[in-house]
Nanobody, 122 residues
């Protein structure tokens, strides 16, 4: 079973930056389409960003477009979410997701991480 290891969560002031990382372990293939989702208290989980197998295609939720950047490492094994100009409404548990297809976008993913807390507060 593929496991996703997330890192980089924490607390940041409004306007600050954080970077999340996600690396699949116990992998069964060389590459995965990957995405980030988040769930704020009392709300449903929502899509944040996605990157294709090759890293060449990305998609963002309107709420983060222009502020967040999703990317992959050179070997395509690790996904990153660079979060800039953060706002209090970005506070949530962020989940990494991976899928065996070339592209998954905001759709269904096979594998999920445990989640990491992001708090944006002064």
């Amino acid at each position: 079973q593929v496991q996703l290891v997330e890192s980089g969560g924490g607390q940041v002031q409004p306007g600050g930056s954080l970077r999340l990382s996600c690396s699949p372990s116990k992998v069964t293939r060389d590459n995965y389409a990957m995405g980030w989702f988040r769930q704020a208290p009392g709300k449903e989980r929502e899509f944040v960003a996605a990157v294709s197998w090759s890293g060449s295609t990305t998609e963002y939720a309107d709420s983060v477009k222009g502020r967040f950047t999703i990317s992959k490492s050179g070997d395509h094994k690790t996904a990153y979410l660079q979060m800039d100009s953060m706002k209090p409404e970005d506070t949530a548990i962020y989940y990494c997701a991976a899928d065996s297809h070339v592209w998954a976008g905001s759709g269904t993913y096979e594998y999920w991480g445990q989640g990491t807390q992001i708090t944006v507060s002064s």
